[in-house]
C-alpha cells in the first residue's frame, strides 16, 4: 500500500524552492510593481538579491499557513522578523514589513490557495491543500529517484572497479547467458 505524501512529510527547502518555481511557471500570481526595490523589513540593510524572492516569499507564506491554520499577517511578522542592529546599540527583535507577506496573501487567496477565517486569519483551502501535497509529493518522490539512482551507480562502479582489478570474476555460466541474450 502507497502512503499518502502530505507537506509534513518534505523538506522545507526544497519544497518552498519547487512551489516558488511551479508560481513563477503558472503565471497567475500578480508580483507587485515595488516588489524589485522593497526590502523584507527594517532590520535589512538592502533588498533581497535574488530576483524570485517574492515567490518564495508567498510559497513560504502558503507552508506556515498550511503548518499553522488562523495564522495572520501579524504572526507571520512575527515569523519573518529577525535582529536588528543601529550602530552600537545592542541587538534587538524587529518584525518584518507587513507589505509584502499581506500581497502574497492576497495574491493566494486570489489563485485560491487560501481563505480567510471567520474568527480571523487565514487558512488553506480544501483545493489548497490538494496542491500543495500534490507538490510536496512530487519533491519525495524526486528525493527518492535522485537516492535509487546514486544508489545504483555506485553499486555499478564498485562492481566495475571489482572486476577491471580481477578480485571478482564472472562466473561461466552467466558469461553464456550473456552471450546467448546478446
Avoid at 123 to 147: F, H, N, P
Wanted: glycine share 10%.
Amino acid at each position: 500500500m502507497v502512503k499518502a505524501v502530505t507537506l509534513k512529510d518534505c523538506d522545507a527547502n526544497k519544497f518552498v524552492a519547487a512551489y516558488a518555481k511551479y508560481l513563477k511557471k503558472q503565471g497567475k500570481l500578480n508580483v507587485p510593481k515595488w516588489a524589485d526595490i522593497a526590502k523584507t523589513g527594517i532590520q535589512c540593510e538592502l533588498a533581497p538579491h535574488d530576483p524570485d524572492w517574492f515567490y518564495i516569499r508567498v510559497a513560504s507564506v502558503a507552508r506556515q499557513v498550511y503548518y499553522r491554520p488562523g495564522a495572520g499577517i501579524g504572526g507571520l511578522k512575527k515569523r519573518y522578523g529577525g535582529s536588528y542592529q543601529k550602530n552600537c546599540i545592542r541587538p534587538h527583535f524587529q518584525k518584518a514589513a507587513g507589505g509584502p507577506i499581506r500581497k502574497a496573501l492576497q495574491g493566494l487567496e486570489d489563485l485560491g490557495i487560501v481563505e480567510k477565517r471567520p474568527d480571523g486569519g487565514r487558512q488553506i483551502t480544501k483545493r489548497g491543500m490538494q496542491q500543495l501535497d500534490q507538490i510536496a509529493g512530487s519533491v519525495v518522490l524526486e528525493k527518492k529517484k535522485r537516492k535509487i539512482s546514486l544508489l545504483v551507480g555506485s553499486l555499478s562502479d564498485v562492481l566495475n572497479i571489482a572486476v577491471a582489478s580481477g578480485s571478482v570474476t564472472i562466473p561461466s555460466c552467466c558469461e553464456e547467458w550473456g552471450r546467448k541474450k546478446k
